[in-house]
Structures are given as C-alpha cells and as structure tokens.
C-alpha cells in the first residue's frame, strides 16, 4: 500500500479563497482523521470518520471548516472563506489499529 | 482531558551515543503509540505499544500502563534520526499528543 495520501502538499492561497484538502486513506482502516499542525497549539484533531460516518467534529475550528467521507477511499477538508490565521499543515491520518499520517498539505493564506 | 507530558523537551546527541525520552500520562488509556516528525515534516508511527516492550532495530520501546508511563530507547544514533518524538495515548478514538522531544544528532 502506498500509505495515506493527501494533495495538495502545498497550497498558497488568498484571503476569501476556498481551499480543499484531499485524502486518500489507506484501504482497510475504517477510521480517517483530520490534523491540524501549528508551532502555538501542537497537532490538533479537528474531525474523526468511522467507518465514513462522522462522529467527532468538536475540533472544526468553525462554520468556514467543512469535512466530508463519500467512500471508503477519499475525504475532503474545506474552507471557506480562508483566513490568514488558518495557516497550518494539514495531516490525514488513517487508523485500523496503529494510526499513519499522511505528508501533509502546507497550507498558506495571504 | 488527559495529560500527556514528555521528556526532556529538548536533547542533543553526539552520533553513536544511546538516548531514552519518557512519557508520562495522566490517565488509563487503551493504547500508546510512538511517533517521529522527522525534519521534512513526515510523521512516520514508531510503535503500537499499549504494554510490554517492542524492538524494531535501534529503537526500542517500553510502556507500563499501570505506572502510566513509556520509554523509547535510541542506540547508537545517526544523524537520520534526529527531528521531534511524540508519544501519543488513545482514549477510544482519540490519540492525545504530547509537546515532543526534539532530538538533534549532531556528526
């Protein structure tokens, strides 16, 4: 397997600007995580899927965070309308037991 | 929440010397696993160590739930293993990070 993969890895992006972050987890896990990594606040969990059902979004920062699992093989993060302060790196992770990352998407609003 | 405390914070290491970093955590949790950031950003899963001991090549580790704690062993460390090591507990679903070590391996 090719581990979790996520694009974009960079994405520089203006104020106002949707932004979507792809994931494509690993296949089997039937769990899918959403990060968010700043150097003020550590890694953050901002939304857990089961089974492509989300049960946990008491991270998502806000309403301009959206989260969805339409199958077992991909999720999308957006925002909408991106802020300066959402500037991060992103991490997907997928879980069957052990939990692995993705690359990660830098993300960068100006 | 649970709290999640590692050390030390920081650790610079000459190549080939062995190292240990600690985790300590506040609470019963399901399982533990080891984590490494390394330089380029990729978090790369050490171990799934919820007890006992596990051993995958110079890195070893050790959890003893009970006493709410883990180690993780560096023998002989390269420059490659330098970046930040997190411990992360599981309560259910959710994985709690500690702060991180970050080691420095220096040639």
């Known amino acids: 397997d090719a581990g979790v993969i996520q694009s974009p890895r960079h994405e520089v992006t203006e104020m106002g600007q949707e932004v979507t972050l792809r994931c494509k987890p690993i296949?089997?896990?039937?769990?899918l995580f959403w990060y968010r990594q700043t150097m003020m606040r550590g890694l953050e969990l901002l939304i857990y899927?089961?089974?492509?059902?989300?049960?946990?979004d008491s991270g998502m920062p806000e309403d301009r965070f959206s989260a969805k699992m339409p199958n077992a093989s991909f999720s999308t993060l957006k925002i909408q309308p991106s802020e300066p302060r959402d500037s991060a790196v992103y991490f997907c992770?997928?879980?069957?037991?052990?939990?692995?990352f993705g690359q990660g998407t830098r993300l960068t609003v100006v | 929440g649970i709290q999640v405390e590692q050390s030390p914070p920081d650790l610079i290491l000459q190549e080939g010397a062995n190292s240990t970093l600690r985790c300590n955590f506040s609470?019963?949790?399901?399982?533990l696993q080891w984590f490494h950031q390394n330089p380029w950003g990729q978090l790369i899963n050490l171990f799934y160590?919820?007890?006992g001991t596990k051993q995958n090549g110079r890195l070893s580790a050790t959890t003893v739930a009970t006493e709410r704690y883990s180690l993780l062993y560096i023998s002989s460390s390269q420059t490659t293993d330098s970046g930040v090591y997190f411990c992360?507990?599981?309560?259910?679903?959710?994985?709690?990070f500690g702060a991180g070590t970050t080691v420095t391996v220096r040639a």
């Open positions: 992770a997928s879980s069957s037991d052990r939990t692995f």
């Open positions: 296949s089997g896990h039937n769990s």
């Open positions: 899927f089961n089974n492509n059902v989300p049960i946990d």
């Open positions: 609470d019963s949790v399901n399982n």
């Open positions: 160590i919820p007890s």
């Open positions: 992360a507990v599981e309560q259910g679903y959710k994985l709690s």
